[in-house]
Structure formats: structure tokens, C-alpha cells
DNA sequence: AAAGTTCATGCAACCGTGTGCAAGGCATTT
DNA sequence: AAATGCCTTGCACACGGTTGCATGAACTTT
């Protein structure tokens, strides 16, 4: 009737089980297993053999018990699907932290700062249950007390992409980008191109990102000579229709501008639609670079030019620096880079 | 000069600090802890606040290895990146798993099914390890052994998705689409809006769902009185480009079709760009359906007529599943789902 | 042949928590 | 007053590993 729900269950045998068999101390076993080199090599073989034999794994929890070590990582990473964008841009970056932990045969858990449901801090939970050795933050907006609880709990960690806001990061091991620099690439490409008044599009946020952004973008203005106009930046979100809705907002005024600086790739490419049904020709009567260089920009025409940053480095570069602190236990914030974005030549600006 | 590494190290609590404290045995803190009946209020509430004075959390090891609950899911999910189309769509459901397993306060190590470097397989890790208590399976590729070995390790699971293929699933609790019912849904809008002729672009691979979609294709044809016709379907991957050049193949030859059926998104949005290039009107003149309702489609203009698949009632069903699984511990395939996706009617179609 | 080394292994404690069973205290019943 | 029962708590062992130290055997050295 009811299935025997124990039938398939397999015999979960440990190494207490292998001694007995071996004829040997569980001792003997745990060490021969670890390779210690305490044991003979003619022990050690016959051993492994036999755990070979009965599939023999350890059991983790036991293991990280006694070692303090439980061979998983955690990544702090938000909600890819608030915003679009974000699922374009972040999956790379998360993907090439799996990566990176994978070969160090690292595992990870993957969390958001804190339960949607509980409003617990997953931070806080991971590290004081001892679910993880290290940390790996990825996020915009991590409470100022899990910052603190980071700090003081001496667990290894790297942030990446975004710098933590109202928080002191200069003891930090981190990753970040040159947004200013990036901005002022982008907005360079625009006036070298001929461009002399150009529309800003940035995302509505304090984000430190965005704030460098516009900020290369008003510097860049100013190398040029070129008085920098308030009304030219505008906030919306990170969403193609808000650079599609900025530009027909303004399809009677398509003069006042003759060039965009997107912050963002699908904004760029909203804007471009906008344009196309509008009739103006991009690049030729006004260019649009975007930033980010998610995959899109290649596919639609015209290919957009963007600001590039080296997604799958930093996520190596960030596992390398972790991986490093947990062998070493030296804590010290010896890896504080902030890189350089790239820019991505293509049809659009 | 070198910072004493252990200056931030917090001393860890145990619960029995937690008992020599409250002057009663370990065994009184774990049950006030754990709000055990047999515990008096009074001593409860007292080692309680004890306990919250002092930040205790419990070693998730120590808990583990006693109750042999972990607390963490494992979630098999392919690479998000190696085509982009899967980003797109995987990105959500994955999503959805996260936010699942959250509300019952359960961890997820997300894995791929073995390990890049070494080759391990992560499902067999995971488990005989005892790293997790339930799986979750969204790959089209988990080997048969990996099966086998997931059907007599006896852990909860459910499969999301992707049918396995060479190997019996009747057994399993799933969550599968109907992409037969997909494929006619979408050939029939072509249908009906007139075409006669229709380019069938599929990805050239021996996943399931793709040959239902295929299929379904072909069921359609049959019902509309139409002769299949082998040439008018085409292989290549998942993205724009094969779309893109699909149609740049046939641009001398485009009156030989009057409507496009491409399995995934992003090959129909390549279709439509390719088609704009060549000055061909959609749908005017070629009518164009998608498949997967990815957030592009709702960008791009025209925008696309695609098959909808509902992305976050599978991750929650599943996980409702998977969670009474674990509760239970009756494993019996008592969720075995089919769902009908949705036609999505925009403008290409 | 006795003493000293080296090597391989076992003993026992420990990591932090859960839990069956026994025991003690106290109130109730006879 | 003794017997009974309930409520609360502690003891001791279990979970499955790791590791410092002691031990005994085999091999050198004097």
C-alpha cells in the first residue's frame, strides 16, 4: 500500500564502519583517508581501497565540526529580476563567481542580504550558525550593522561592484569599478564624435555607481569647454522604457540635444528605439553610447557602444583574494583594486 | 606591525556557556531553546534571554550532524551564461527557487551538475556528503548515473523544466511544460493570421522540449491541412545571430515563407532585425511568433507575439513540493505536473 | 645484548547539539 | 502517612569525524 519509504535508503556507513572492516582504529581510517602521512602507504592503499569499495564519503557536518571549516562560501547578491537589467548584468558576474569557487571545490550558498519574509538578516544568520567560511558581497545596499557584524565576526570576505554607502570600506578587501572614469570614456566618445549638448540619462538613486557616472560625464564636459546644463541629466530607472519615455518626452524638442549618455545598456537601447520611430538616425543625427556592455548591445542595430567592465576578472580576481584569506587567515585588506572600465567601439556613438 | 589576527574574533558560545551561566545542564538550554514542553516557562524565558544577551546561535554543524537536517537545498542549474537566451530565462526561475526555499527559511548551494575542473559529480557530492536536504533539478543533461544515484540515495527532489532524457521519470515528482500544446499555439496564431508556408528555426539540439515544440509545430500543419515540409525547418543555437542569419540566408528567397516560428526568443527577435534590414514589413509581410516570453520581447518593435511559460508558479509549486517532501518524508510522485503555457498576443505574430 | 630511534597505530578527548531514560520534587489521592 | 502521579531537570550517550599523546614493534647503534 504505503511504500516502505525506507527501501531505498542507503546504509550510511562511516569510517567507524571501515575500521571495523580493516580490522583498524577509526583513527587509522580518518588519518589514512586524509592521507596523513602518519600511516603506510600499505595501510593507507588497503584502506582507501575498502572505502572505495562501500563508496565511503564523509559526512560534512561532521567534518566542519571538528575542522571549523564547512567548505562553502556565501554570496550576497540581489534580486536579479527587480530590475531587468540587473539579470543582464549580474548573471555573469555570479556565474563567474561559481567558478572560481568551484575550483577550489568550494561550494556556495547564495543569499540575499536578508529573508523577505522574516526580515532576518541572512548575513548575520550564515555567519554566526557557522554555515560558511567566507563571504563574497556583491550588494548595494547592505545595512550598516551587517557591515559592523562582518567586521567584528573576523570572517574572510570580498566585496565586489558596489561600494558599501555610509560605511568605511578602506579595510575592506574589494573589487570595485572607475565609474568616473567610465563616464568620462563614454561622454568622450560623444563630443570627439561632434556632440556638443548631451542628454544624460542616469538611474533616480544615491547608488555610488551612478553618482560617478554622471560625475566622469560632467568632468568630460568640462575638459571640452562646455558648460554643464542641469536640465540635460535626467533620473529614471534602469529600464529601456525609461529611455524610450525620456526621448519622446521630448520628440518636440529633438534639437536641444545631439548626443546621449545612457547610464545604463537597455536605457541606451530604449532610447534608440525612441529614436528609430521618431525618425532620427543614430549615429548620424544623434549619438548614444550606453554602459555596462550586456550582451544586448551586440545584438540590436545599430551595435551599441558602451563602457565595458571585465565581469568574469573581477569575479576571478575577487574568488583568487578569498580563497587566499582562508588559507592564510591574513585578514589584512591587501587587495583594493578599483579597475579601469573599458570602452566597447561600436555603431551607436 | 602585523595585526593580531584573532583581535576581532569573537569568542563563540556555546550553549553550554549558556548552562554554567544559568547554573542548569546543557541539555535544559537546548530544550528552552528549542521550546520544548517539557522545559517550565519560567527557566524557558529566563535562558532565553540569556541567550539573547549574549548572541548565541547555534553551531548549524553540531545541529546538523545530531538532527541530520541541514537546512540547505541544493539547486542543479546550468550555466547561465553559456548561451544568453538561458540567462534570460533561467535567471527568473532560479529566482523564484531562491525565493521559495526562503520562505522556509532554507539555504540553497547552487551547483552545476559536476564539477568544471574536476570533473566530480557535484549531485553525488552533495549528497553523499550530506551537504543538503532536498534537491532541486533544472538541466537538461544530468547523466543517467547521476540518476540512478539520486533515486536510491532516497532524498527528496523535485525536477523543474527540463525532462531527463534516457531515463524514467515516472517515479519522480516534476514540473514540466507542454511544449507540444506550445509549438501547435504558436503555429496556429501563424495559421490563423493567414500564413501558409511556415519557417520552423529550432535549436539544433536532442532536447526534449525542443522536439515537442517541433512537434507541436508539425500537429498544427496537420490540422490546417498543410503538407510538412523537412526544408522550411531549420537548426542552429539559441541566439540572435542564428535568427539573424537565417533570414539572411533566404533574403533572395523570401517569398518561400510567409510566417516564422522560432523556438526561443532571441532567434525571432534576430529574424525581425534581419527581416527590418532587408526592408520586410512584420507582420505585414512575414508574421513572427517566439517562444519563452522572455522580458525582450516586450521591448523591441514590433513587439513579440511569444508563448509563455509561468516561470514563478513552477519555482513555487516545486518548492511547495519539496518542502512538504521533507516534512513528510513521503516521497511518493504525488506532483507530477504538465502545465499548458500561454500565448502571449503582442504585435509580431 | 642493551639502549636508543623511528615508524605505525590505538586510546581517548573533543567539536556542539539532541534526546531517552532515570530521578527528584511536589501536589494529590487513599 | 504512604502511595501515586505529574512536572521538571540532569545524566549519559549518540551523531561522525579530528588529533595530541602514549604505546609497542621493528630496526639501528654502541
Known amino acids: 500500500m504505503c511504500m516502505n519509504q525506507n527501501e531505498t535508503d542507503k546504509q550510511t556507513i562511516t569510517i567507524k564502519d571501515i575500521a571495523r572492516i580493516a580490522g583498524v582504529s577509526h583513527s587509522t581510517v580518518s588519518r589514512s583517508l586524509n592521507d596523513s602521512p602518519l600511516i603506510s602507504e600499505r595501510t593507507k592503499n ?40 540587473n539579470s543582464l548584468y549580474m548573471g555573469l558576474l555570479v556565474q563567474g563567481l561559481r567558478h572560481g569557487l568551484e575550483k577550489a571545490s568550494l561550494d556556495s550558498i547564495g543569499s540575499f542580504p536578508r529573508n523577505h519574509y522574516t526580515a532576518e538578516s541572512n548575513i548575520r544568520k550564515l555567519i554566526s550558525r557557522k554555515k560558511i567560511d567566507g563571504l563574497l558581497v556583491i550588494h548595494p545596499e547592505i545595512p550598516v550593522d551587517d557591515w559592523e557584524f562582518i567586521r567584528t565576526s573576523g570572517i574572510p570576505f570580498v566585496v565586489l561592484h558596489f ?46 555607481q551612478f553618482n560617478e557616472r554622471t560625475e566622469g560625464y560632467k568632468i568630460a564636459l568640462q575638459e571640452a569647454g562646455i558648460a554643464y546644463d542641469p536640465q540635460l541629466v535626467v533620473a529614471g530607472d534602469c529600464a529601456f522604457d525609461f529611455g524610450f519615455q525620456a526621448i519622446m518626452d521630448r520628440k518636440n524638442n529633438l534639437t536641444s540635444f545631439d548626443g546621449i549618455f545612457a547610464e545604463a545598456d537597455l536605457v541606451a537601447l530604449g532610447a534608440i528605439e525612441a529614436l528609430r520611430e521618431l525618425g532620427v538616425k543614430v549615429p548620424d543625427d544623434i549619438r548614444v553610447v550606453g554602459y555596462d556592455d550586456t550582451e544586448l548591445g551586440r545584438y540590436f542595430r545599430p551595435k551599441l557602444t558602451t563602457v565595458h567592465q571585465p565581469r568574469e576578472e573581477h569575479a576571478r580576481l575577487a574568488c583568487e583574494r578569498l580563497i587566499e584569506m582562508l588559507d592564510s587567515r591574513d585578514m589584512r585588506p591587501i587587495m583594493q583594486k578599483v579597475i579601469k572600465p573599458l570602452m566597447i567601439y561600436r555603431e551607436s556613438g
Not at 560605511?167 to 578587501?173: C, E, G, H, L, P
Open 46 to 85: 588497503r584502506i582507501k581501497k575498502i572505502a572505495d569499495d562501500l563508496n565511503f564519503a564523509f559526512n560534512s557536518s561532521a567534518q566542519s565540526l571538528s575542522t571549523r571549516r564547512t567548505g562553502t562560501i556565501g554570496i550576497i547578491y540581489p534580486e536579479l529580476y527587480d530590475t531587468f537589467g
Open 163 to 208: 561600494k558599501p554607502r555610509s560605511f568605511d570600506y578602506s579595510w575592506m578587501n574589494y573589487l570595485f569599478t572607475d565609474h568616473v572614469t567610465g563616464g568620462r570614456m563614454a561622454t568622450k566618445v560623444l563630443l570627439d564624435g561632434g556632440c556638443r549638448s548631451i542628454l544624460c540619462l542616469r538611474e533616480d538613486s544615491d547608488e555610488i
